[in-house]
């Protein structure tokens, strides 16, 4: 059965524990971040920071203002995009839900990135092209899902705004919640349908919009990494095939300097 956590904005506090928690239990570093004027911080999700939770001001109806705290990490997607969009294969779905990244396989494209309806997959811009740079996001804390436990971000919420369990149980608690309070409640349970279904469930008692989320059709986004497919796919091989040309230019420069000079080539036996 696929698992799937439910995040109940109402419930949120914005105490940030759910994204310390993340940082803690996967080892990420710190980063310097800059004041964007919100409580929000750092801006958006990097290839240090998997889980942000933001903050926005939004008018509660009575004249006055509200919290609306949002939650921005991977959506597990039932029909990922990311990985439609992947070439050779490095992003795939498990059947427990999770989707996750072979990071042996990636060939730092980046399709995934652009990809993916919620903007999610971060490329380690820090590290060179060839120094191994990698995707980086949530991974639904699968090491601690194999060890039967839930993920970090749910075991340390205080407030109760996120519960772990089974998919179809959990949709089945957010319609009851809705039922019961639907003066509370936005009638609505965010990622049960939109782009095909996701493992993040929301329910929120101001628009999902207001949350962060995408207004989104309840067809899978992955037309959306055909079309990367076929017009990225045509300009990266373009722009391999330029730099073969360019390297094969220099090679062959290179040659014919050498025949010319005896065979050494250098530039200081040429001046000899
Ligand atoms: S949210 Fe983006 S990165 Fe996560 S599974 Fe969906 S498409 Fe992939
Ligand atoms: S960058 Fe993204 S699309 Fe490209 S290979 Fe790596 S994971 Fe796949």
Same mark, same amino acid.
């Given at each position: 059965?696929? +698992?799937?956590? *439910?995040?109940?904005?109402?419930?949120?506090?914005?105490?940030?524990?759910?994204? @310390?928690?993340? +940082?803690?239990? !996967?080892?990420?570093?710190?980063?310097v971040?800059?004041?964007?004027?919100?409580?929000?911080?750092?801006?958006?999700?990097?290839? &240090?920071?998997?889980?942000? %939770?933001?903050?926005?001001?939004?008018? !509660?109806?009575?004249?006055?203002?509200?919290?609306?705290?949002?939650?921005?990490?991977?959506?597990?997607?039932?029909?990922?995009?990311?990985v439609?969009?992947?070439?050779?294969?490095? =992003?795939?779905?498990?059947?427990?839900?999770? @989707? =996750?990244?072979?990071?042996?396989?990636?060939?730092?494209?980046?399709?995934?990135m652009l990809?993916?309806?919620?903007?999610?997959?971060?490329?380690?811009?820090?590290?060179?092209?060839?120094?191994?740079?990698?995707?980086?996001?949530?991974?639904?804390?699968? &090491?601690?899902?194999?060890?039967?436990?839930?993920?970090?971000?749910?075991?340390?919420?205080?407030?109760?705004?996120?519960?772990?369990?089974?998919?179809?149980? *959990?949709?089945?608690?957010?319609?009851?919640?809705?039922?019961?309070?639907?003066?509370?409640?936005? !009638? /609505?349970?965010?990622?049960?349908?939109?782009?095909?279904?996701?493992? =993040?469930? $929301?329910?929120? /008692?101001?628009?999902?919009?207001?949350?962060g =989320?995408? +207004?989104?059709?309840?067809?899978?986004?992955?037309?959306?990494?055909?079309?990367?497919?076929?017009?990225?796919?045509?300009?990266?091989l373009?722009?391999?095939? @330029?730099?073969?040309?360019?390297? $094969?230019? @220099?090679? +062959?420069?290179?040659?014919?300097? %050498?025949g010319? !000079?005896?065979?050494?080539?250098?530039?200081?036996?040429?001046?000899?």
């Amino acid at each position: 059965m696929a +698992k799937a956590i *439910l995040f109940d904005a109402f419930k949120c506090t914005g105490c940030r524990g759910c994204q @310390v928690a993340c +940082k803690q239990w !996967n080892d990420l570093p710190a980063e310097v971040t800059h004041n964007t004027g919100s409580y929000q911080n750092p801006p958006r999700v990097s290839e &240090d920071t998997w889980l942000v %939770m933001e903050f926005r001001e939004v008018e !509660n109806g009575d004249g006055g203002l509200t919290w609306a705290f949002g939650r921005h990490a991977c959506m597990h997607c039932l029909h990922p995009a990311c990985v439609s969009a992947c070439p050779v294969g490095a =992003l795939y779905k498990t059947d427990e839900g999770p @989707v =996750l990244y072979r990071d042996d396989r990636c060939i730092g494209c980046r399709y995934c990135m652009l990809a993916c309806p919620f903007e999610i997959p971060t490329f380690q811009w820090g590290a060179g092209l060839f120094e191994g740079a990698e995707i980086k996001k949530c991974t639904f804390c699968i &090491d601690r899902l194999s060890d039967g436990r839930e993920p970090a971000c749910v075991h340390t919420c205080p407030s109760g705004a996120l519960m772990f369990g089974e998919r179809d149980e *959990l949709i089945a608690v957010a319609e009851a919640r809705i039922a019961e309070h639907p003066e509370r409640y936005v !009638n /609505h349970v965010y990622g049960k349908d939109e782009a095909g279904g996701t493992s =993040l469930l $929301y329910i929120s /008692h101001v628009p999902f919009e207001q949350l962060g =989320l995408p +207004k989104l059709g309840s067809a899978p986004v992955q037309e959306k990494a055909k079309d990367i497919m076929h017009i990225a796919t045509p300009v990266t091989l373009g722009a391999m095939l @330029v730099g073969l040309s360019g390297i $094969y230019w @220099v090679v +062959k420069r290179r040659q014919e300097m %050498m025949g010319k !000079n005896g065979g050494s080539g250098r530039q200081g036996d040429r001046e000899a």
